[in-house]
């Protein structure tokens, strides 16, 4: 069980989360011309760290808001990286 | 020594003091011709295929734990081959056919017997859906068969009227079998090591070692081994393994978790499935309950599930069969799921040459003996054998992928 800190609600219960897999994950730049590998590339090679990965996670049984968080995939030890002033 | 009746009486009359260990322990060779990674069921297996099939005896297991240690030892022993795909039918009911003979072959008991499985319905596109699975079944001559409601009453006698999301209906499969995991691990282990395959346990790969294009061995926890070919058979660890050799796989790495029971007296024959919880459960031969769900929300190598999902699962089961209500259970675990984004295997080269995946893309313990056979004949010949063509990594690029997520009734 992940207690997850959401940057508005502050720690709460996994089950209030949607996982959205790999944080800062990029479209390719140019999706007409992006071939198969670079479309490959994007969409079917996850990094799926054993260690530290950043996340986005989604809150959506609570605020309904996006928010990116350091999960270590093998201790679950997990670490606030964003803060809710960042997006005033 | 072979395993029969009259070695059991040898034995018995010096009172069990005299047998043999079932396979050696022997320190790393410096080189060998083919390095499997992996000591589960299909690395073991995959050693033994070269060994039997192709002559390839100067082989090594390396398994970074104990011998059948990784998720050998946590799936739920389920065997099954109810798939949609024209490539996964045939490559499923090959499997059912070499576990059928896998006790004899070996010459080790891995205590198959075939149990049927019954899936509760429980919606009206439950019920399509399980048509649907049906005529395609019929189609490879598969009994699969729908179950009227009176008839699965005279089945199973005690399910519950008062379900949340009542029963309305069932479907059959007969040939569904449960075998002993660690003794496929044991077995194939006993009968690889008699032809010459050297299976270190305790040695974990730290690198892969390439020249050029080119694998020439792997780095590990007991020195640098050496070797022109190299299988990967990694269940829950693909990605770490492959990452070593520069590769990124199509897959994530997801907790599935079980739960047993303490062991009560013989009350269920078959498999069930909850079609409107997505859990399944069945007896053990010890009598234990075996409860098995869906997936976690979240990837993960934690071995570990989360509360939620293990009420979940149980929550289904004690929906149906409420006379279950006050069992104790004893563990709960997760087993790691190397799950490709079709939910199907990869047994597959790779753009390192020599360098070889057998993936088992959702739960690999039913494919044990076919992808183990398949990975052995891929690595001998270089050449994708008929039965996994449309298994190979590059099926992500094309676009000919095998959905079978979504498909079977327990996901």
Known sequence: MLLIPCPWCGARNEDEFLNGGEADKRRPANPVQAGSEEWYRYLYTPANTKGWLRERWWHVRGCRRWFKVDRNTHTHEIKQVEEADQWR | MSYSIFSLVRNAIDYHQNWQKAWRNPDPKREYDVIIIGGGGH???????????????????????????????????????????????????????????LSRDLNYNVMLHERGMITFLQSGSGVSHARRMADTMSVFDSEYIMLPLDELRRRVPFFSDTARMPIIGAVYHRKIAMARHDAVAWGYARAADKRGVDIIQNCEVTGILREGNRVTGVDTSRGVIKAKKIGMAVAGHGSVVAEMAGIRLPLETWPLQALVSTPVKPVLNEIFVVDGFHNYFMQSDKGELVVGGVTDPYPSYAQRGSPQVTEHVIEGLVDVFPVFKRMKFMRQWAGMLDITYDNSPIISGTSLEGFYIDVAGSGGFKTTPVAAKMHADLIANDRPHPLIEEFGLNRFQTGRLLVEGGVDANR
């Open chain 2, 43 to 101: 690395g073991l297996g995959a050693a033994w295929y070269l060994a039997r099939d192709h002559g390839i005896t100067n082989v090594a297991v390396l398994e970074k734990g104990w011998l059948g240690g990784g998720n050998t030892a946590r799936n739920t022993m389920t065997i099954r081959d109810n798939y949609i795909r024209s490539a996964s039918v045939p490559f499923h009911r090959e499997s059912m056919k070499l576990w059928r003979g």
